[in-house]
Structure formats: C-alpha cells, structure tokens
C-alpha cells in the first residue's frame, strides 16, 4: 500500500461532533479521512508503537472498535470504508485500499489464549486471583491482511493468519479461518469459495 507524506494529526477534518474527543496521539490520519469515534472507540486502544493507528487518505471509519494490545499495530488504506467493525489486535492488521467492511464485522489477530488444555488452564489460572503475579503462557498471532478492492459484508469474522486476495467479495455472516485468493466470492461457516467475482 501507498502513503502520501502528508498526514493530519489534529482533528480539523473530523465531524464537529467528534472534535471534543481527541484521538490518541500515536493515530496518523490521512488527508480527507473522517473518524466518527466516541470514548468506546479507543477504550481498549493500548498499543505504545508510533503509529499504532496508520489510516489513509479519503477514509471514513465510523465507530470502529480499536482494541490494540501494546505491540499491536493497524494499517488501512486509501478510499476504505469501515462502519461498527471490531479490530482486535495483538500484532498486525493490515486493510489494503477501496477496502469496505460491514457493520458487525471482527478481525482478529490472535486466539487470545493458547489452545492446548494444559496451557489453558496454566492461563486461567494466572488471570485469576490465584495467579498472584504468574506470567500468563505464550498466545500465537498472526497477522491478518486484506488486499484491495475486497468488500466484506455485515457479521463476517476474520481469524487469526488470514489473508484476502484482491479483488474478493465476502457475503454477510461468513467466518472466515484460511486464506482467500484473490477475486473470489465466499460464504458459510466455515467459509467456501462458491464463485469468482465478475469484472
């Protein structure tokens, strides 16, 4: 993806009743992009990499959930559209340009706790009161990646290690848990290629 230089940091493109919220100062915002955001926006937003939030230019992302753990980082490209979509990241999102997602939609990097019975209950165990300081076991990420021109419909979940091909068109409701080539059409839990996407 492309980046132009210039990059707006304060709020004078946001709508006005969106300025009296200040985004966090590691959120780069391109030229022309709106973030309608309220204090639930970014209430989870925990990431210390500059930018963490890196959003081109003529994007409107509207009451997106931003939940970054402290490595955590997010890019989207030019011409995007994101309405009420959950970004849960512990290591990379990366959305390409003219990129839409529905509403409802959640990306996720990570599982957010291992997978194997033993590192499990290791893990409750160390977020639980009894814990009393235990480092919690390592949990896998993997970023995710959507290439341009993908459109994602409403209620779609995209899991860890995903990656979108350009071009694809994700219907309504789909959970999607492998990689799509590029310009395909998919639906259904878990989510099948059942087409191409005409030109």
Request: contains cysteine; aromatic residues 6%; proline residues 8%.
């Amino acid at each position: 993806m492309q980046r132009s230089p210039e990059i707006v940091n304060d709020l004078t493109n946001q709508p006005p009743d969106c300025q009296t919220i200040a985004l966090p100062p590691n959120v780069q915002v391109g030229l022309n992009s709106v973030i309608n955001h309220d204090e639930r926006c970014f209430a989870r937003f925990q990431s210390r990499i500059n930018p963490a939030l890196l959003v081109g230019e003529n994007c409107t992302i509207d009451y997106v959930h931003f939940a970054l753990g402290k490595a955590a980082r997010v890019e989207i490209g030019n011409y995007c559209y994101l309405t009420s979509v959950i970004l849960l990241c512990e290591q990379e999102i990366c959305i390409g340009n003219y990129v839409v997602l529905g509403w409802n939609t959640t990306i996720a990097d990570t599982d957010f706790h291992p997978i194997a019975p033993a590192e499990r209950i290791a893990d409750a165990i160390a977020c639980s009161p009894l814990g009393k300081g235990r480092l919690r076991p390592p949990v896998m990420c993997q970023p995710v990646i959507i290439e341009d021109d993908v459109w994602v419909g409403p209620n779609v979940t995209i899991l860890k290690g995903v990656r979108i091909g350009a071009g694809a068109w994700i219907e309504a409701g789909a959970l999607v848990t492998r990689n799509i080539p590029p310009r395909s059409r998919v639906m259904g839990n878990p989510a099948q290629v059942i087409g191409e996407v005409e030109v």
